[in-house]
């Protein structure tokens, strides 16, 4: 009779049990395994055993969505529950294993924490500090840590978290088409700029030929201007020469032809005054009767 109540209470454990676990569920999200946001379905029961329940840390962790650490250590994470009440807390505890091997873990110190009785279906935002002195060296890049995520009521799951030098080196590894663009962009302005400064060197060139072209130009031309200039004026002086020349001639003769026109026209005026004389003095005869 004993052995059949034992059987009846374990029974009803079992039930019970199985009971609490269908209507009380909460996790962490991002969670270990899980693509996408956690369902019901992707709920565990994190135990010192099992610190991540059904999931295999080895071959989950590198496929996992991982929280970046911040410089300080803090670590922020979604807790979303499935039912209100007590057995949906959202309320947390969680442990740090800094190997990603899910074998070896220390508590962190939870600094801000979900609501224990949830009266609705929801999520908080929980805040956890790594251990002091943590470094994260698990998966194939280096940097990750395995956290066990626990409610109040025994329900969680595991997180990934990324820490470090080698988180910061993922984004870094993705930046050099960044940069290579930013140094292709650089290459292409120093080519512009090489280009530009080539053509006005070039420009600067040309002009220069050009004035240099333009002043042996002046100065050929100056000199046969010169020449031609000094040519005509050296024409122009002798026929200036020849001119003045020509005048002294010119006014040599009209000196020389002048002497006897006025020989010319003195001899008819002397003889006609001898002639007008002639007649005076006969008139002043005739008058006198002396002839």
């Given amino acids: 009779m004993f ?19 269908t209507s009380a569920h909460a996790i962490p999200s991002p969670a270990l395994g899980v693509k996408g946001t956690p369902a019901r379905s992707d709920v565990q029961r994190p135990s010192t055993a099992k610190p991540c329940g059904s999931i295999d ?10 929280i970046p650490a911040a410089a300080d250590g803090t670590v922020t994470m979604t807790v979303t529950d499935f039912n209100a009440g007590a057995d949906g807390s959202r309320s947390v505890a969680v442990q740090v294993d800094a190997s990603g091997k899910g074998t070896s873990f220390v508590a962190g110190t939870v600094s801000k924490n979900g609501n224990a009785a949830p009266t609705t279906v929801g999520s908080d935002q929980v805040t956890f500090t790594l251990p002091a002195g943590t470094k994260c060296v698990g998966g194939k890049a280096g940097n990750l840590c395995l956290v066990s995520v626990k409610t109040t009521a025994g329900f969680g799951a595991c997180t990934v978290v990324s820490q470090g030098a080698a988180a910061a080196a993922a984004p870094a590894a993705a930046a050099p088409p960044a940069a290579a663009a930013a140094g292709t962009t650089a290459a292409a302005a120093a080519a512009a700029a090489g280009t530009k400064a080539a053509a006005a060197a070039g420009t600067g060139a040309t002009a220069n030929t050009g004035s240099a072209g333009a002043a042996n130009a002046a100065k050929k031309a100056g000199k046969k201007g010169g020449k031609k200039g000094a040519k005509k004026a050296g024409a122009k002086k002798a026929g200036a020469a020849k001119g003045a020349k020509g005048a002294k001639k010119a006014k040599a003769a009209a000196a020389g032809g002048a002497a006897p026109a006025a020989a010319a026209a003195k001899a008819p005026a002397a003889a006609a005054a001898k002639k007008a004389g002639t007649r005076a003095a006969r008139a002043l005869r005739l008058e006198l009767n002396l002839d």
């Fill in 57 to 66: 840390p080895a071959t989950t962790i590198d496929t996992s969505t991982a």
């Fill in 3 to 21: 052995t059949g109540g034992k059987s009846v209470l374990a029974c009803a454990s079992v039930l019970l049990a199985l009971a609490a676990q």
